[in-house]
């Protein structure tokens, strides 16, 4: 049996919002101190995110992040955690198949978010760097600004619903 992604026939609508998606990335809950993951390089400072390389590291909670990294990198991301935390109180889970990722890209990309999406996603408060778990709709989302795109990161039961707000937003 081949995985597949509940969006995998939708990518011609996703071209539509300039949207792509990011089909398996590679996402690990991890749970530590949070002076254990300063040493790590882990961002501390609420509702931030940092990316480097193909790996970014979004804040969760006071003892929660995201990593997210390449399909299929989840193995080794885990091992190379599990080095760094190696006899500390820590938490490293798959979570890979629990949300999907979606890439939107463009000047509008704001706007399609606001339009079902409580959080201020104007500059003076959202840019680059920043993640928040928010409600589209009825979804609950996770989002991250990275430079010129923002992620959103959404169960795979809630996928079709989230594509569907999006396009409803560019219908006058």
Do not use: K
């Not at 619903?161 to 219908?171: H, N």
Request: hydrophobic share 45%.
């Amino acid at each position: 049996m081949t995985a597949r992604s509940p969006l995998t026939e939708r990518s011609g609508e996703l071209e539509l919002v300039e949207a792509r998606l990011l089909a398996f990335v590679s996402q690990l809950d991890v749970r530590v101190d949070p002076s254990t993951a300063a040493t790590l390089g882990f961002p501390t400072a609420p509702n931030t995110g940092m990316t480097t390389g193909d790996r970014d590291v979004l804040w969760l909670a006071p003892d929660e992040w995201l990593v997210v990294g390449a399909p299929g990198g989840a193995g080794a991301i885990a091992d190379e955690l599990e080095t760094s935390l190696d006899g500390l109180h820590h938490s490293i889970v798959d979570v890979s198949a629990n949300r999907v990722a979606l890439e939107l890209g463009g000047p509008a990309r704001h706007d399609l978010l606001a339009s079902a999406c409580p959080i201020d996603l104007h500059p003076r408060s959202w840019g680059d760097g920043r993640c928040a778990q928010s409600m589209f709709g009825a979804a609950q989302v996770l989002l991250h600004e990275r430079e010129g795109a923002t992620r959103l990161f959404v169960r795979p039961s809630f996928a079709d619903y989230v594509v569907d707000l999006l396009l409803a937003a560019t219908r006058p």
